[in-house]
């Protein structure tokens, strides 16, 4: 167990592009949040992601653990999986973000339009990216 507050977050990643939000902080995130003590981390990301975006996703692999630096001396663990988009439909930007975009996978970078992306959701993109497909783990 970790002495750090848990995040978990989902790469979803559809036609070629991952989804981002812009948090108040100025910063891409990944789509998550914290679970409530006991929750799957499954369960809570469906509901984060369908909270923060208005998208249905279907948890998949686990992509990367690591602990972010949210503030100088304040970290997180972040847990990220792969997602899938589980039918259609446009983003519905939540109440704790202030932008979302699909960025193509081209785009990707430790900045996209000046804005940090910080290295560990970069990182568990990139695994999403590089991970055997397969109907079981299947990123579309």
């Not at 070629?16 to 914290?34: A, I, Q």
């Not at 663990?77 to 439909?89: E, P």
Request: proline share 8%; glycine share 10%; net charge negative.
């Amino acid at each position: 167990m970790s002495p750090y507050p848990l995040s978990i977050k989902g790469v979803v990643i559809h036609d070629g592009r991952v989804l981002l939000l812009l948090n108040e902080r100025g910063e891409w995130d990944l789509p998550g949040g914290r679970p409530d003590p006991g929750e799957d981390h499954r369960a809570a990301l469906v509901s984060e992601v369908r909270e923060e975006a208005g998208l249905a996703v279907e948890v998949g692999v686990l992509l990367d653990e690591h602990l972010f630096e949210v503030l100088p001396q304040r970290f997180v663990h972040i847990v990220a999986y792969a997602c899938r988009l589980v039918g259609a439909g446009d983003v519905v930007l939540g109440d704790e973000h202030l932008e979302t975009r699909w960025v193509p996978i081209s785009a990707l970078g430790e900045t996209i339009d000046g804005r940090p992306l910080p290295a560990g959701y970069l990182g568990a993109i990139r695994q999403a990216i590089d991970q055997p497909r397969s109907p079981s783990n299947r990123v579309v």
